[in-house]
């Protein structure tokens, strides 16, 4: 490496006995800065009279910049393998170079022996002359384009580096020192990859600007050698002009040979294809990769989109020019993120300061309540001990008592030699008790105490993993929203749920947006709502008609974890209209059967439908059973869903003229089918008949999990047939069914609930007050939806405050 202000000395493969004269800076930059040459003595004199004395100095500033830039370039002309300037380098498939040396070193710690690079690759010493290379190579000649034709078309011939009759080819992975991934070379291992050319120059235009130690001498003058002054790639030499005639005589090949400038790196004059020794001319696009008139026409590119090389030149050189000129018009940008970056540093090791000085007090205080816990369990199994010890030592001593001539036995014989009787008898009668329980102790005899503290036992296996589980806190994964809990009704309810390995959350955040109003300049904004307990959410007051996307987000002591993906809700189409189920008018409670809240109904079929399926082929009469809302609509456009049993017989649910409603179905008479229509007006299966005013009623007919749609509205639901719409169709049942109704347009519309598709629409007697109706003919259920705002979950209001994304 070198270091601001020094020069490099290059190193030759013939050492010379002179020493190398001393390192300067390379001519042109000396002229730069005026000195190295004779008027170096002028501007120090103009210096010393105080003359021209800024423009010095803006030439040395200008010196001290460009020193300071090659010096930042030396990073990118380093090998990752040797840590030098690159020498030959080669571009790997992953587009990293290495060079040549360090690849078949590293190809033989692998175990390669025979891939370290292509037998006809020019010689790598200086020195080396055409004389030192096998003949045969300047003899070997390709085979001619007819010959090269007919050996493709017939099938001949091998891919290149496949030996002939090889059924298994070996393939050579490189271990890639930059990007530590192992790389395909193919089976010609090195000898199939290209020469960096360019990297070569940028090395040695490098090598020359900051270490131009000295000339370069001649490699083949015998010693002392003098200055080179020719070089010649072909004998990838440098000569004197005594020695460059002398080894190119006239008259012979060699005298051929164009003289170059003295370097110590030579190059071919282009960049030859590995695999047929041409000169490349085009670019294969699909395999990224230049080729060669002959690559063209193999068959491992065909079909490939390859263009000329020019072209290719042309639009990298485009791209790339494009990409420098934004990132040296933004220079003020890069610099920002770097005071941005090694602020980062600078609270990083404050961070990292503190988290240690945490982690050492938590430790700490563990220690510390371990050290507390022991001294109080030591002192419960000492008072144990010691309590133990005092029961066992009177024991002891009762038992030595017993012991002939000492203590009770003792005194209970001299007791004995008293001849006195009532003395005795007064002085007998104690001591017999005591006899009689040493006795019983000696014949029922146990320690009164036991030795062993197996109740002092402690089970440290669960504390024992927790901590060796201990570890610190990871923030929260992303949630995952239940989408078949969440929907947009009257509210929106979120719900979600953490992974299963997730850590913990505190509380969440809940983002969301509206995706259907013009987008802004700048960044997306949402509407944000912190600290949210539980894993669901109402968010009130949502605009009707509207497409919000939600996401979610939890937070813990570690810090908040990643978005939950994006779900999209579409809300009702209007304000959602609260009601409940009203069985007063043309019901019969013996077949419906309405729940406490008023939100539900079940029509149990009778006996009329029992004997029509006796007598299903000599014609029956059925009844019709309805039951509206409570409430009845006079302005404006209201919306409400249901869900019908897919098990149910025949249901119709609608809407119709409160008084027309009442008049038709006050005792409503018993029908032959159940294909009758009781409304006499607008029904999606009913007769196709055209009347010029808008019915009192407006249904839509459900039968055994389908929806049966006439003619108008399958061209409305965009459903034809062969033939163009068709007549009347069915289809599949939503889980929900949605009804929106206009009472300024007299228009009622049918939807599926979940998505929002409009299934039907149809015009509507509005002349008066207007109230849901539900019809059933035979067994059938259905289930008003509940508004979300009777749900006991947290409430967030939509409308508040935004933040930016």
């Not at 810090?559 to 043309?586: I, K, M």
Request: charged share 20%; glycine share 8%.
């Amino acid at each position: 490496m070198l270091v601001p202000g020094a020069c490099a000395v290059t190193s030759h493969p013939h050492p010379s006995p002179h020493p190398h004269p001393a390192p300067a800076l390379s001519p042109g930059f000396a002229a730069a800065a005026g000195i190295g040459h004779p008027g170096a003595g002028g501007h120090a004199r103009a210096m010393a009279e105080g003359e021209d004395m800024q423009t010095f100095t803006s030439i040395m500033d200008a010196l001290v910049r460009i020193s300071t830039s090659m010096k930042n370039m030396e990073k990118e002309l380093l090998c990752p393998v040797c840590q030098e300037m690159y020498k030959q380098p080669l571009v790997l498939p992953c587009t990293h170079n290495v060079c040549q040396a360090c690849a078949r070193e590293v190809l033989g710690q692998q175990g390669y022996i025979g891939h370290g690079g292509d037998p006809s690759s020019e010689p790598t010493s200086p020195a080396s002359t055409p004389s030192t290379r096998s003949p045969r190579l300047s003899r070997r000649t390709l085979p001619k384009p007819d010959r090269l034709d007919r050996l493709l078309k017939s099938g001949f011939g091998t891919y290149p580096g496949r030996k002939r009759g090889a059924l298994h080819p070996q393939v050579i992975m490189f271990p890639c020192p930059a990007c530590q991934g192992d790389v395909e070379l193919g089976e010609r291992g090195l000898a199939g990859l290209f020469r960096n050319l360019t990297l070569e120059r940028v090395v040695e235009r490098y090598r020359q600007s900051v270490s131009v130690g000295g000339a370069i001498l001649c490699q083949l003058c015998k010693p002392p050698p003098l200055e080179a002054t020719k070089g010649c790639t072909e004998c990838r030499a440098t000569f004197c002009n005594e020695c460059f005639k002398l080894f190119h005589p006239w008259g012979t090949q060699k005298a051929q040979h164009e003289p170059t400038l003295p370097t110590l790196s030579f190059r071919p004059k282009g960049l030859m294809c590995p695999d047929h020794k041409e000169e490349v001319t085009h670019y294969c696009k699909t395999c990224q990769r230049l080729v060669c008139q002959l690559c063209r026409v193999r068959r491992t590119h065909s079909g490939h989109k390859i263009t000329p090389v020019v072209s290719a030149y042309q639009a990298l050189k485009d791209k790339l020019t494009k990409s420098l000129t934004y990132i040296l018009g933004n220079q003020d940008t890069v610099q920002t993120q770097i005071c941005e970056l090694e602020e980062t540093v600078r609270h990083t090791e404050v961070s990292g300061q503190q988290a240690k000085e945490e982690v050492s007090q938590l430790v700490r205080g563990l220690g510390a309540v371990l050290e507390e816990k022991r001294v109080s369990l030591l002192q419960a199994i000492e008072e144990c001990q010691q309590e133990r010890l005092a029961r066992l030592g009177a024991q002891i001593q009762e038992h030595r008592s017993l012991l002939d001539g000492s203590g009770l036995v003792g005194y209970a014989q001299e007791v004995l030699k008293e001849t006195d009787q009532p003395c005795f008898v007064q002085a007998a009668k104690q001591l017999h008790s005591r006899i009689a329980r040493a006795t019983e102790a000696l014949q029922t005899f146990r320690p009164a105490a036991s030795s062993s503290f197996r109740h002092c036992q402690l089970d440290v296996g669960r504390e024992m993993k927790l901590l060796t589980e201990l570890n610190f806190l990871r923030v929260p994964e992303a949630p995952v929203i239940d989408t078949q809990r969440t929907f947009a009704y009257d509210q929106i309810f979120l719900c979600w749920r953490l992974p299963p390995h997730s850590p913990p959350a505190w509380h969440y955040t809940i983002e969301f947006r509206r995706t259907d109003v013009p987008a802004q300049p700048g960044p997306t904004r949402w509407q944000r709502r912190e600290e949210v307990r539980g894993t669901s959410a109402l968010l009130e007051n949502p605009d009707t008609g509207s497409v919000y996307v939600l996401r979610v987000r939890g937070c813990n002591k570690a810090g908040y974890g990643e978005y939950s993906e994006d779900v999209h809700l579409h809300t009702p189409p209007a304000p959602v209209l609260h009601f409940f189920l009203d069985g007063r008018w043309g019901t019969s409670r013996e077949r419906l059967a309405i729940s406490k809240d008023q939100r539900a109904v079940r029509s149990v079929p009778g006996l009329p439908l029992l004997l029509a399926a006796e007598r299903l082929l000599t014609g029956c009469h059925l009844s019709v059973d309805v039951v509206l809302g409570d409430v009845a609509v006079t302005q404006g456009r209201s919306y409400w869903a249901c869900a019908v049993d897919p098990a149910s017989y025949l249901v119709k649910v609608g809407v119709g003229l409160e008084s027309k409603l009442q008049e038709s179905f006050q005792g409503a008479p018993d029908v032959i089918s159940p294909r009758y229509d009781p409304d006499s007006g607008h029904d999606s299966g009913a007769e196709d008949a055209t009347v010029e005013a808008s019915p009192p009623f407006a249904f839509l007919t459900i039968g055994m999990g389908k929806i049966l749609l006439g003619a108008g509205a399958s061209a409305n639901a965009g459903l034809t047939g062969r033939d163009g719409p068709a007549a009347s169709c069915t289809v599949p049942l939503p889980p929900r069914l949605g009804i929106c109704l206009d009472y300024e347009r007299g228009r009622v519309s049918f939807l599926d609930a979940v998505s929002f598709r409009g299934l039907l629409e149809c015009p509507l007697d509005c002349s008066g007050p207007v109230c849901p109706a539900f019809c059933f003919i035979g067994g059938g259920a259905v289930q008003l939806q509940e508004p979300v705002g009777t749900k006991p979950e947290r409430k967030v209001t939509i409308g508040g405050f935004a933040k930016l994304d």
